[in-house]
């Protein structure tokens, strides 16, 4: 493989500070500005309706401490625009968009930083989500889609382009079901040899990802790969997650991401969140993930910039 020609931007601000803190979720703010996520697109609806909902949102983030911005491209793929009579040429560069939006809110945010604590300049990360969230059928929670590796390839490949040439930081494989598609990316980061991604699963439990496999044979399969910046878990309550990072952190000498949901239970067939009364407090349960392992926290689904502004508060 050849030489990375640039440092991996989640090393380098871990190399200063003790934990980088992620954003939380796109979605939920979304919808309390009045968007309408109904829709297949999800959150990508909002490019082609409120592109500047989506800035405010990062911008939001950004000013009360988040360290990286993970663009709103996760149900944003070329598959996805084709089926709402959008041309390849287009959907290409409504994907490129969702990193502009991110870098002006994270450019903007740093010229006018008004916050004093010690924190880095922050990233943007490309989002890129699993196969099934664009089938919008609740199968990314799956992963059982009984198709090939290089069907997986070609869905993938367009928009992962489309992102590093757009000028993301670094790219988010985010709430990865199954271990062959989580090999398929992997894969396909040869293309781009100086980009780095950080690898982030769903859980089954806390010992098993999506799709049955153990998550200690995860950490294994990619410990050794040199662009996978970070392996962890994401969109799933703190306990379960809690019990994944004490695994990985037995199983991987890479930095341990996770961002957990808000602790509720999505039900797929009904598109509704339950149990609020689940709930955790992000600040202080970030301890417990941070002692167990992670080192790279924010927050999944239902979380909002005030849980991002303790996790802040607590560790800056």
């Known amino acids: 493989m050849s030489k990375q020609l640039k440092l991996n931007p989640i090393e380098e601000i871990l190399q200063t500070h003790s934990l980088m803190i992620l954003d939380g979720a796109l979605a939920t703010e979304l919808e309390s500005h009045g968007c309408d996520l109904n829709d297949p697109l999800w959150s990508a609806r909002v490019l082609l309706e409120e592109p500047e909902a989506i800035e405010k949102v990062h911008a939001d983030y950004f000013r009360v401490g988040a360290d990286c911005a993970i663009t709103a491209s996760y149900q944003a793929s070329v598959d996805g625009f084709l089926k709402r009579g959008i041309e390849k040429t287009e959907a290409l560069e409504l994907i490129k968009k969702t990193v502009t939006l991110a870098r002006q809110a994270r450019d903007d945010f740093w010229k006018e930083k008004k916050v004093n604590w010690d924190r880095p300049k922050p990233i943007v990360a490309g989002s890129v989500g ?12 799956v992963g059982d889609y009984g198709v090939s590796d290089q069907l997986l390839a070609d869905f993938h490949y367009p ?32 293309e781009f040899p100086e980009t780095w991604a950080w690898l982030s699963f769903s859980l089954k439990d806390g010992e098993t990802i999506s799709d049955g496999t153990g998550i200690e044979e995860c950490a294994r399969v990619f410990n050794d790969h040199e662009q996978i910046a970070a392996i962890g878990v ?25 961002y957990p949901n808000s602790g509720e239970t999505y039900d797929a067939e009904t598109k509704t969140w339950n149990g609020e009364e689940a709930c955790c407090e992000f600040d202080e349960d ?31």
């Open 159 to 190: 928009r992962i382009k489309a992102l590093v040439e757009a000028g993301a930081d670094v790219l988010a494989f985010e709430t990865i079901p199954s271990l062959q598609e989580a090999k398929v990316l992997a894969s396909l980061l040869k």
């Open 286 to 316: 970030s301890v417990v993930l941070y002692e167990a392992g992670a080192r790279i926290i924010g927050g999944c689904c239902r979380t909002h910039p005030g849980d991002i502004e303790a996790l802040a508060k607590r560790w800056r």
């Open 234 to 258: 994401n969109c799933t309550p703190i306990p379960a997650a809690k019990f994944a990072m004490n695994v990985l952190n037995k199983h991987t000498d890479k930095p341990i991401i996770v």
């Open 130 to 141: 699993p196969y099934g969230a664009y089938l919008a059928d609740g199968s990314e929670y």
